[in-house]
């Protein structure tokens, strides 16, 4: 079994739409393929009508959270997307970002970059708005050769010359929304420290006590010392250990299935979760 827990479409900041995304998974090999966009549910409805045989989909989400400062993901799997707390904090957080970016297009504008609005929305289309977009006017634009090349301090890293904040999810509250809403949790990526500042282990100590169901360690963003020290820290805690791709598209060179999480990881990811249950492919449309 090839279960790829970590995936983005059209419908945040990746490139493959929600059934192009299915269809890559399936010839990738995988048996199991969760999506996980950016603070919104959006591309389930076309990545399950399009879902082919012998591919199951885990509905999911990447919830944008910050703890003292930091910013931080949060995978969330299988929880009822209609529940109300947690969707109205889905909306607040995917709806604060078109004010966010177009911040970031203004900051840009005063550096001297002639990025509009316009283009950053043709880019992110209907999908979450988020700085892989305005990276990806930047390399049109001729600022930057790539959209990795975008994420610095001179541009968009956090705290970066055009960085904007946008609200983010106490992730205490993002584990107590997610579990009311029947779902599962998991620290995604929680020691990627080229993306910026991480939140310390004592933290993620408090939340495991808080009922954190995971962390991610196998990702493009450990090392191979920083996945063997999160892989203690998880038995320590208790805590399930999952891995994933985190694909983008052609926005990031990671490939689909390049990271998997165990079989017997994911069967506990299934049992724990009441919200949702994961979606068989029937043939897709
Ligand atoms: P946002 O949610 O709008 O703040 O943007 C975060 C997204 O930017 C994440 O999905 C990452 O995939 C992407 N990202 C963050 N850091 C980097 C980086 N150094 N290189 C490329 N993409 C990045
Ligand atoms: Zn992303
Ligand atoms: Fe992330
Ligand atoms: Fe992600």
């Avoid at 320590?236 to 079989?263: C, I, M, N, Q």
């Amino acid at each position: 079994m090839r279960i790829d827990l970590h995936c983005h479409s059209t419908a945040s900041d990746g490139t493959d739409t929600p059934a192009e995304l299915v269809r890559h998974a399936s010839a990738a090999g995988l048996d199991v393929v969760a999506l996980t966009d950016h603070d919104t549910t959006r591309g389930h409805a076309e990545a399950i009508a399009a879902l082919p045989a012998g591919l199951t989909l885990v509905t999911g989400a990447e919830l944008s959270c910050r703890l003292g400062g930091v910013s931080m993901h949060m995978l969330a799997y299988l929880f009822d997307p209609e529940e109300p707390a947690l969707l109205a904090e889905r909306e607040l957080v995917r709806d604060d970002r078109v004010p966010r970016a177009k911040g970031m297009v203004a900051k840009l504008n005063e550096l001297g970059v002639p990025v509009t609005w316009e283009q950053v929305a043709r880019i992110a289309g209907d999908g979450s708005v988020g700085r892989p977009h305005v990276a990806t006017a930047l390399v049109e634009l001729g600022v930057v050769p790539t959209v990795g090349d975008a994420f610095t301090e001179e541009w968009l890293a956090d705290g970066g010359r055009a960085y904007v904040a946008k609200h983010e999810t106490d992730p205490f509250e993002a584990i107590r929304l997610v579990k009311g809403a029947g779902g599962v949790t998991v620290f995604a990526h929680p020691a990627a420290s080229k993306r910026g500042r991480t939140v310390p282990e004592s933290a993620i100590a408090e939340l495991a006590a808080a009922g954190l169901d995971g962390i991610e360690v196998d990702h493009l963003d450990h090392d191979a010392d920083t996945r063997a020290h999160l892989r203690g820290l998880a038995a320590d805690l208790g805590l399930l250990v999952t891995g994933s791709s985190d694909y983008h598209g052609s926005r990031k060179t990671v490939a689909l299935g390049e990271y998997t999480t165990d079989p017997e990881v994911y069967g506990e990811i299934t049992r724990r979760a009441t919200g949702a249950f994961p979606v068989p492919g029937t043939g897709g449309s």
